[in-house]
């Protein structure tokens, strides 16, 4: 009998249009935490609120205080294997709910990012953009980086209490559409509007989960595999 990597394998082979879910369990390898694990990000009383948009706005510190430690490990962290499998691959499109760049540098494309992206701030007053690098060194001296109209810059994260980036998120749907071949891989599929992603594969779509913790899908995929991401994604391409 076939192991499930090992008719993952064929289907990925045979695929040809596959679009895999992406979410913060990818980029754990590279040393990027996740959020909702025993010692994820969440699991430390004080970062519970730091992408609320409405904490943002009324105390911008909170975040800040947050990002003085995360953007440096974002930005010095590396694709891992899992990320270069993906990109390995013919015939895909990338979802990822990861605020990290890790898919692009890796080499996917097109690579579509429905909760927004770290690499560029917005002022919350002007509306004026910047590539958030520019901001580090205010950002790790302690300090909040803001506009010269005197605005907050705010990264160009989809905060809890904010609309998913449209366009985005309407050629997400477009892909899972038009798979033929699903993978979910990393998330919990906890968290909506993403979560409901899957939902628009067709009928006659495979649907394939590898994560470590079960997920609300589990029932309807076809293979379900809880273990290694990376080595699971490695043997599979």
Not at 114 to 135: D, K, M, P, R
Request: proline fraction near 6%; charge should be negative; hydrophobic fraction near 40%.
């Amino acid at each position: 009998m076939k192991t499930s990597i090992e008719r993952l394998s064929e289907w990925v082979r045979s695929a040809t249009s596959i679009v895999a879910l992406t979410g913060a369990g990818i980029s754990t390898a590279s040393g990027i935490p996740d959020f909702r694990s025993a010692s994820g990000i969440y699991s430390i009383e004080r970062n519970v609120e730091i992408f609320d948009l409405d904490v943002f706005l009324r105390d911008p510190s909170i975040f800040y205080a947050f990002a003085r430690k995360f953007y440096p490990q974002v930005r010095d962290a590396r694709p891992n294997a899992a990320h270069r499998a993906l990109a390995a691959l013919d015939h895909i499109t990338v979802v990822t709910q990861n605020v990290d760049d890790y898919h692009q540098r890796a080499g996917s494309d097109p690579v579509y990012t429905v909760h927004g992206n770290h690499i560029f701030s917005t002022c919350q007053s002007c509306g004026a953009e910047i590539e958030t690098e520019v901001l580090f060194p205010i950002i790790e001296r302690g300090d909040i980086p803001h506009c010269v109209c005197g605005g907050v810059y705010k990264p160009n994260i989809t905060f809890f209490g904010e609309r998913l980036p449209e366009t985005d998120w309407q050629a997400a749907v477009q892909a899972m559409t038009q798979a033929d071949l699903v993978l979910v891989v990393g998330t919990s599929l906890s968290v909506f509007p993403a979560a409901y992603l899957p939902d628009y594969r067709p009928l006659n779509a495979r649907l394939a989960i590898i994560n470590r913790d079960p997920t609300p899908l589990d029932g309807e995929a076809q293979i379900v595999i809880r273990d290694d991401i990376c080595d699971v994604l490695g043997r599979v391409v």
